[in-house]
């Protein structure tokens, strides 16, 4: 079990949505900007659900037919966790610069596997992100659903280790 000091301070707010947002906004919320959107998206959660699907559906004025097809038909997209649990680093500029390479590196190590990868027993998926918009809590990062700011190497490779450890 992590001990109180190895858990984060403060929970910054999950700005992921704006960011999102923001993105089909600086695209005009045009239909041929599915692709990137999705591309954003799955940047922004680490994969994509059927409820991102028809957010962006909807937003673009895309069918969810199509949005559909699109996301599945790429390999590159993803549409539920390839683990049990995922963990995000974010490799932001703001992020980068206070250490997530080497949070990267130490998760990297301690769980013999890269960055888009997913432990043999299924129960962890190390995904990155660009900016996940919680830049003044950098370094920040996400453990399934719950953002975490002013993370450590020792924060982050504790929550992994309770995931792997857990039954
Ligand atoms: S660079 Fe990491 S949250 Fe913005």
């Known amino acids: ?26 695209h005009r919320h045009q239909p041929d900007a599915l692709i990137e959107i999705l591309h954003t998206a799955q940047e922004l959660y680490g994969y994509l659900d059927l409820d991102c699907l028809k957010y962006v559906g909807r ?21 539920k966790p390839r683990g049990e649990h995922t963990c995000v680093v974010c490799l932001g500029t703001a992020c980068y610069v206070k250490g997530t390479a080497t949070i990267l590196s130490a998760l990297e190590r301690e769980h013999h596997l890269e960055v888009g990868g997913t432990t043999p027993d299924g129960t962890l ?7 996940l918009g919680a830049c003044g809590l950098a370094p920040v990062l996400v453990f399934d659903q719950e953002i975490a700011g002013r993370v450590t190497a020792e924060t982050a490779l504790a929550r992994t280790r309770n995931w792997m450890e857990q039954p």
């Open 125 to 131: 998926s190390l995904v990155s992100a660009r900016c």
């Open 59 to 79: 937003c673009l004025k895309v069918p969810p037919s199509r949005v559909y097809g699109v996301a599945t038909f790429y390999n590159v997209f993803t549409l």
């Open 1 to 26: 079990m992590a001990t109180a000091a190895a858990l984060p301070t403060k929970a910054p707010a999950d700005n992921r949505l704006k960011m999102l947002d923001a993105a089909m906004t600086r």
